[in-house]
């Protein structure tokens, strides 16, 4: 997950990549894994 975060800040047009959660749902069978990213995008200069 933090390799998939740092991916994304280095993504040309984004930056400032930060994972604010992350949670497992154990009543779940499947056990899903919830987050959320923060990204900031660039704006595209023509």
Do not use: C
Not at 23 to 34: A, G, H
Request: glycine share 4%; hydrophobic share 35%.
């Amino acid at each position: 997950m933090l390799d998939y975060v740092a991916r994304l800040g280095s993504t040309p047009g984004l930056r400032n990549a930060v994972l604010k959660s992350h949670e497992i749902d154990d009543q779940n069978p499947y056990k899903p894994y919830r987050f959320q990213v923060d990204v900031e995008w660039l704006e595209r200069k023509p």
